[in-house]
């Protein structure tokens, strides 16, 4: 048995249900490997799912397309690559509470904006204000990352960034009213969200079992779209007790499931998104040129 180590992105939520659901029904097993899931609760997020694997304490990191082109990109370089995209559209927004009346993303200037300090986020969430009409002047706070989503719910943000098939759910479980502002709805082109990566050079020295990995992770989201009910029932023993409380854990399956991709596209990434977003970085001076002409993402072990 090889044994592969797969760093979380966040606590288990519906994204990383085919995952458990692999481990769970013997698929990784099945190609002779024993995969560990690392989860960021293990040290109140200490360490990035990105510098796991650049220290090589992961085979695998779950994260945003940006924590590929940051780790390229930094001083000392990590070889690092997008091989798996799990969710095909994006289906993050940014949320403030309906009650709080804001509109638009105009109207979140001057606002207090709770960030996760991801590469880009800042810049991204200005830039939507700014094509809004607005000047961008975000109030931006950086608290606990695995708290941030409380802090709007306790008004202590006016505005976060959430994914609709987890926090979005949640309030809806609650009957808490969001407004919620779409990259794409004001001019940002944003990439996939989240990937699976890892370096180029561990899938150079083994092939073989990292092809393995994903041909198991992918039939495991095959068996989610397929099971929803068996694949909620996995995943909840991994669940935080709050989550389990408080999300509707069906209903974001079923919000989830056509996101996930079919047979032929799970995992599936498109150039031209992947580009459109590299040139929209570059226009907007968040990065040089050179990311245009990097290898940042690879369809080769789906």
Known sequence: MQTLKIALDWTPNINHVGIFVARALGYYRANMLDVEILNPLDDNYALTPGKKLELGLADFSIAPFETVISLNNKKASVDAVAVYAILQEDISSIASLKRAGFKSPKDLDAKTYASYKARYEDAIVKKMIINDGGTG?????????????????????????????????????????????????????????????????????NIKNYKAFIEATKKGYAF????????????????????????????????????????????????????????????????????LKQQLFTNYLL
Not at 167 to 185: H, P, Q, V
Not at 250 to 265: D, I, Q
Request: aromatic fraction near 14%; glycine fraction near 4%.
């Open 137 to 205: 002047n975000l109030d931006i706070n950086y608290p606990n990352k695995l708290g941030i989503w409380n802090t709007l719910l306790q008004g202590e943000a006016d505005a976060t960034w959430i994914f609709d098939n987890w926090e979005g759910i949640e309030a809806e479980t609650k009957n808490i009213a969001l407004n919620k502002f779409t990259m794409r709805d004001y001019g940002v082109p944003y990439c996939y969200s989240p990937v699976i990566l890892t370096k180029k050079s561990n899938i150079e020295k």
């Open 224 to 291: 989610s779209v397929e099971n929803q009910d068996q694949s909620i029932d996995i995943l909840k023993e991994y669940l935080t007790d709050y989550d389990k409380e408080q999300i509707d854990l069906l209903e974001a399956m079923r919000y989830t499931v056509p996101y996930f991709g079919e047979n032929k596209t799970f995992g599936f990434m498109k150039a031209k998104r992947v580009n459109d977003f590299l040139k929209w970085l570059v226009t907007c001076n968040l990065e040089n040129e050179i990311i």
